[in-house]
């Protein structure tokens, strides 16, 4: 399993992540391509009382997004842990981003969390972070 740890006291609020994460999931795996795709990160950089903090999917051990669909569409895969969303299941209704209790989920037609880069190997935020304020953990 893949932890992307966040030290907030390195972090900029550059964003450079949230960009790098963006282009990784378009087809072009570029920024262009990213913005001409209307591509989101699936990882957020917030301030929160003047403080930066990282929203992505905790991997939960009972994730509460899959309880909350009505549709099944959420499963969970054992192995890397990551969330994945049956697209054909689902009926775009938010439940799932309500339920998150650390703000990881993004409806965009599909709910959006983080996936690790399962795709590439490795999480390209991490790999971007121009002050390694994101640290890649294999567990």
Do not use: W, Y
Request: proline fraction near 4%; aromatic fraction near 2%.
């Amino acid at each position: 399993m893949v932890k992307i740890l966040f030290e907030k006291d390195l972090c900029l609020g550059c964003k450079t992540c949230e960009l790098a994460c963006a282009a990784a999931h378009s087809e072009t795996k570029s920024l262009a391509g990213a913005i001409k795709e209307n591509k989101i990160s699936r990882l957020r950089i917030r301030t929160k009382g003047g403080k930066l903090k990282l929203e992505q999917c905790m991997l939960c051990t009972n994730p509460r997004c899959i309880a909350a669909c009505p549709t099944g569409a959420l499963s969970k895969d054992e192995e890397s842990g990551i969330i994945k969303v049956n697209k054909m299941a689902c009926t775009g209704c938010g439940l799932c981003e309500d339920a998150c209790p650390f703000g990881a989920i993004e409806l965009h037609t599909f709910p959006t969390m983080c996936d690790r880069c399962m795709h590439s190997g490795k999480p390209l935020c991490a790999m971007s972070c121009p002050t390694r304020a994101l640290k890649v953990k294999i567990v």
